[in-house]
């Protein structure tokens, strides 16, 4: 399974961006998706999770209300719509998949796969 993030760039705070994750090989629609992030400096941390239906979604209280997780298992696409960003935003993002049936997780030790990342830069 390879992953192709996209998306990324510079924006400033208060704007939008909406990265994708194009997914190649494997059963995309049968895989749980995240997205996590790392910041200069500091550790990868989750950011939000959709399951293979779409059914269950989970953010990282950080984002809530501003950053937006979907997917198309038609395109094996999935999307971060990212609103209102802030300069602590600011980090590569990447995401990943997870072969487990029927979970979701925000722990990057239960993802089988991962994309290259993104760089997202907010400016002040």
């Not at 629609?29 to 059914?55: D, L, N």
């Not at 094996?76 to 990447?94: G, I, W």
């Not at 995401?95 to 722990?107: E, H, K, Q, T, Y």
Request: neutral net charge; charged residues 15%.
């Amino acid at each position: 399974v390879q992953l192709q993030a996209s998306g990324g760039g510079l924006v400033q705070a208060g704007g939008s961006l909406r990265l994708s994750c194009a997914a190649s090989g494997g059963t995309f629609s049968s895989y749980f998706m995240g997205w996590f992030r790392q910041a200069p400096g500091k550790e990868r941390e989750f950011v939000a999770v959709i399951s293979w239906s779409g059914s269950d979604i989970y953010y990282a209280d950080s984002v809530k209300g501003r950053f937006t997780i979907s997917r198309d298992n038609a395109k094996n696409t999935v999307y971060l719509q990212m609103n209102s960003l802030k300069p602590e935003d600011t980090a590569v993002y990447y995401c990943a998949a997870g072969v487990r049936a029927n979970w979701i997780s925000v722990l990057a030790d239960e993802y089988d796969y991962w994309g290259q990342g993104t760089l997202v830069t907010v400016s002040s």
